[in-house]
């Protein structure tokens, strides 16, 4: 065992493998949202037309959203002023710009259901029977070997190509992202997400894992990381540890953190600005990896001083930061940040080890 923090699936998805899970409910949420998205378009469409400054463009989509050939018509008199033509046309770009992030919208709604595996009629209905799915869990090793990542020059690779999410999905960001858990030997394993069909539990079928969440990937190279999972919660420890393991790995930490706490999220725009925000340094890896260093519990003693030290890369000061009380939600200390967790007073410099 490379990483001794694991976290369990919660209670609630014990049963889920060969079940439809929360399928039906949150696919007919989507199908809500997706027809919403599309009465905005048709609405904005009928609101720009004859007797408008200009209708809104919607290009090969306009047969789907029943949106009406482009056309810019002038109203009033027919002699115009310069003035006036110049607000005609600043109002014409302000419809398009409007007409065009709808209809970006609709096509992101309809790609986010397509990829959970949902079959769509033109007016956003969901045909059910072609819709329907249950959980899977990758008991074989063989499809687990189709799902880990391995590296080459710090780029993430997928079966032997550079991995790519672009067109994977996520129940909570959307189209292009993935999933991801990461086994207690280190290996991550990834796969596009489907309610009632692909989880994070699928992917090693149920298994404690050391870190789970969802990234971004392009060509390779990893854009985006979080703890979000909804099967096991992750804390903070657990993302600590998925980054020891890419830059194990030579991946750079080049790209944005987002954590997940049980009283919201923060995105940090680079792995140093979480380093720094959490209270962790260069040895906080090194940390992770000790075999002495986990309490019976399954979290970091940092009670004992020695661990804190090899933790957070200093000594624990006078305000007692070592954490005598731990929650599967958040390490519970005298001093709270933004984000939940105790750090120390004093901030360390997290400057990269490659």
Same mark, same amino acid.
């Given at each position: ?30 199908? @809500? ?11 904005? !469409?009928?609101?720009?037309? $004859? ?15 029943? !949106?009406?050939?482009?056309? =810019? ?40 259901? /397509? ?13 059910? $029977?072609?819709?329907?799915? =249950? ?39 959307? $189209? ?57 919660? $992750? ?25 997940? @706490? ?17 209270? /962790?340094?260069?040895?906080? /890896? ?35 930061? !070592?954490?005598?009380?731990?929650? @599967? ?26």
């Amino acid at each position: 065992m490379k990483y001794q923090l694991l976290s369990d699936i919660g209670a609630g998805y014990l049963a889920e493998e060969g079940t439809s899970g929360e399928r039906n409910g949150y696919l007919t949420m989507m199908e @809500t949202k997706l027809k919403q998205n599309l009465a905005a378009a048709k609405t904005f !469409a009928s609101s720009t037309g $004859p007797n408008a400054d200009v209708t809104v463009t919607w290009n090969e989509k306009r047969k789907d959203f029943g !949106a009406k050939p482009a056309t =810019v018509a002038v109203g009033g008199s027919a002699t115009k002023t310069v003035k006036e033509l110049a607000a005609l046309h600043t109002n014409a770009q302000q419809n398009t710009t409007v007409g065009e992030r709808l209809n970006a919208e609709v096509v992101r709604m309809r790609q986010w259901l /397509f990829r959970q595996g949902a079959t769509l009629t033109p007016d956003g209905s969901i045909v059910w $029977p072609k819709s329907n799915r =249950v959980v899977e869990y990758d008991h074989d090793i063989d499809r687990r070997g189709l799902t880990q990542l391995s590296y080459n020059g710090g780029r993430l690779m997928l079966a032997g190509k550079p991995f790519d999410t672009r067109a994977m999905v996520t129940a909570f960001n959307g $189209p292009g992202y993935g999933i991801y858990v990461m086994s207690d030997e280190g290996n991550i394993h990834v796969s596009s997400h489907a309610v009632g069909n692909r989880h994070h539990s699928s992917l090693l079928a149920g298994e404690d894992v050391a870190a789970a969440g969802e990234m971004s990937v392009t060509d390779g190279r990893l854009k985006y990381l979080s703890n979000k999972s909804g099967h096991y919660t $992750p804390d903070v420890m657990r993302l600590l540890q998925a980054l020891a393991e890419l830059d194990d790995n030579g991946v750079p930490l080049q790209f944005q953190v987002q954590l997940h @706490t049980a009283i919201g999220k923060t995105l940090y725009d680079s792995v140093d600005a979480f380093m720094r925000a959490n209270g /962790f340094d260069n040895a906080s /890896f090194e940390a992770l990896r000790a075999d002495d260093m986990s309490s019976s519990s399954g979290y970091l003693d940092l009670s004992d001083s020695n661990v804190y030290a090899k933790v957070y890369g200093g000594a624990m000061d006078a305000g007692g930061y !070592a954490s005598p009380a731990l929650s @599967t939600s958040a390490y519970q200390t005298p001093s709270l940040t933004a984000s939940g967790y105790g750090t120390p007073a004093s901030g360390f410099v997290y400057t990269g080890r490659r």
